[in-house]
């Protein structure tokens, strides 16, 4: 066992010496985790904001002036009014992405019970914005239009009254799961790449025949690997959870986080190391194991949550995707990151990753000697 832990000492050491040998791959690293993540987070939006909206009044009433000044800031802009002529010609000069037609007596029609109907024109060229934004609007229209009528009606309702309070992300705020779910996605990427590239490299360089010569066997040769690229990984990692998301994009970070998202990521680095392997050896060149790991990367990616809810998804997809290392840990780093959830509640994922990244090695290591005849 002493030969074993020092035999992974000194390959680590050498692994450590390739990777900061390559200056672009630092570069890279470090800019995944900071400008990367911060662009991602900040550039894609899935909440409306600073919408730019212009009513037709038609109507003039009491009704029409609460709808209008229903829409409010930070989702839309200052409301402004204008004629049906410059509709048109406004909306095609991008000024406004909503254009709100209150027909004439419209009040009149809503308190005599009729449907009237407010026509709402979109500038669907701005399809994040035009798709949510008209589900904001009708969702605040509908409420206002509903209390307006409580208030002339008088009823009484039901002494019930329904309050919805949204916990870990009251505001919506889009860039707070983006920034948090962009580092899940990132360091499996990179981990995967890293890793298996590390091996592909030594059989590029000639270096793999060295090591059919020395002492050291197949697991001390993986595992040192896992070590050396995974350690660096953890660091930057660690590093832009605190002053990337928790700093520039804000998101509150509870007491217990950052330990048990660096825990975790141990974990799950350990995992898709080990995946990086197995891929590494099944592709005999660097093309072919860029062409074989890219696909598992998004397949994994896609399915594991952090970009679309699994619940979503057909049901063949949701109990597959159960496997996958990624869908473990993004569901780990959401319990951590926004509903500070302890260890007591999160540990059977570890577990789980921890699992899965063992069987990963074993496949790996058991055709590590096959690969390394197959070279000689």
Same mark, same amino acid.
């Given at each position: 066992?002493?030969?074993?832990?020092?035999?992974?000492?000194?390959?680590?050491?050498?692994?450590?010496?390739?990777?900061?040998?390559?200056?672009?791959?630092?570069?890279?690293?470090?800019?995944?985790?900071?400008?990367? /993540?911060?662009?991602?987070?900040?550039?894609?939006?899935?909440?409306?904001?600073?919408?730019?909206?212009?009513?037709?009044?038609?109507?003039?009433?009491?009704?029409? *002036?609460?709808?209008?000044?229903?829409?409010?800031?930070?989702?839309?802009?200052?409301?402004?009014?204008?004629?049906?002529?410059?509709?048109?010609?406004?909306?095609?000069?991008?000024? *406004?992405?909503?254009?709100?037609?209150?027909?004439?007596?419209?009040?009149?029609?809503?308190?005599?019970?009729?449907?009237?109907?407010?026509?709402?024109?979109?500038?669907?060229?701005?399809?994040?914005?035009?798709?949510?934004?008209?589900?904001?609007?009708?969702?605040?229209?509908?409420?206002?239009?509903?209390?307006?009528?409580?208030?002339?009606?008088?009823?009484?309702?039901?002494?019930?009254?329904?309050?919805?309070?949204?916990?870990?992300?009251?505001? *919506?705020?889009?860039?707070?799961?983006?920034?948090?779910?962009?580092?899940?996605?990132? /360091?499996?990427?990179?981990?995967?790449?890293?890793?298996?590239?590390?091996?592909?490299?030594?059989?590029?360089?000639?270096?793999?025949?060295?090591?059919?010569?020395?002492?050291?066997?197949?697991?001390?040769?993986?595992?040192?690997?896992?070590?050396?690229?995974?350690?660096?990984? /953890?660091?930057?990692?660690?590093?832009?959870?605190?002053?990337?998301?928790?700093?520039?994009?804000?998101?509150?970070?509870?007491?217990?986080?950052?330990?048990?998202?660096?825990?975790?990521?141990?974990?799950?680095?350990?995992?898709?190391?080990?995946?990086?392997?197995?891929?590494?050896?099944?592709?005999?060149?660097?093309?072919?194991?860029?062409?074989?790991?890219?696909?598992?990367?998004?397949?994994?990616?896609?399915?594991?949550?952090?970009?679309?809810?699994?619940?979503?998804?057909?049901?063949?997809?949701?109990?597959?995707?159960?496997?996958?290392?990624?869908?473990?840990?993004?569901?780990?780093?959401?319990?951590?990151?926004?509903?500070?959830?302890?260890?007591?509640?999160?540990?059977?994922?570890?577990?789980?990753?921890?699992?899965?990244?063992?069987?990963?090695?074993?496949?790996?290591?058991?055709?590590?000697?096959?690969?390394?005849?197959?070279?000689?």
């Amino acid at each position: 066992m002493r030969r074993w832990l020092k035999n992974v000492f000194f390959l680590s050491g050498k692994e450590f010496r390739s990777l900061f040998s390559d200056p672009i791959l630092v570069i890279l690293i470090i800019y995944m985790f900071t400008a990367a /993540l911060y662009t991602v987070a900040t550039t894609i939006s899935t909440e409306v904001k600073n919408g730019s909206v212009a009513v037709i009044n038609n109507d003039h009433s009491t009704l029409s *002036y609460r709808l209008q000044s229903s829409l409010i800031p930070p989702y839309f802009r200052k409301v402004h009014e204008i004629t049906a002529n410059q509709a048109d010609r406004l909306m095609d000069m991008g000024e *406004y992405t909503f254009v709100i037609d209150i027909p004439p007596n419209y009040e009149v029609d809503i308190l005599a019970g009729r449907n009237p109907q407010i026509h709402l024109s979109i500038d669907a060229t701005a399809m994040t914005q035009a798709a949510i934004g008209s589900n904001y609007i009708s969702q605040i229209f509908s409420r206002e239009i509903n209390d307006f009528l409580r208030l002339k009606n008088n009823k009484t309702f039901t002494p019930i009254k329904t309050a919805v309070n949204v916990l870990y992300n009251p505001n *919506y705020t889009s860039k707070w799961f983006m920034g948090a779910m962009q580092i899940v996605g990132n /360091l499996n990427l990179l981990t995967m790449l890293l890793v298996g590239a590390a091996i592909i490299r030594e059989r590029e360089r000639g270096t793999i025949e060295h090591l059919l010569v020395m002492p050291v066997t197949s697991s001390e040769i993986a595992i040192a690997k896992i070590i050396a690229n995974g350690s660096v990984l /953890l660091v930057v990692v660690g590093l832009s959870l605190r002053f990337v998301t928790g700093g520039l994009l804000g998101v509150p970070l509870p007491a217990q986080a950052i330990p048990l998202f660096i825990l975790g990521s141990l974990i799950f680095i350990f995992a898709i190391a080990s995946l990086g392997i197995m891929l590494a050896i099944f592709a005999p060149t660097m093309p072919q194991f860029g062409l074989l790991c890219i696909p598992v990367y998004v397949v994994m990616y896609l399915l594991s949550g952090t970009t679309s809810p699994i619940e979503n998804m057909p049901e063949l997809a949701q109990w597959i995707t159960q496997l996958s290392p990624t869908t473990i840990f993004g569901s780990y780093a959401q319990d951590v990151i926004f509903r500070g959830a302890s260890l007591d509640l999160v540990w059977d994922k570890l577990v789980k990753m921890a699992a899965i990244g063992f069987v990963f090695l074993a496949v790996a290591l058991g055709q590590f000697k096959t690969m390394l005849s197959r070279q000689g």
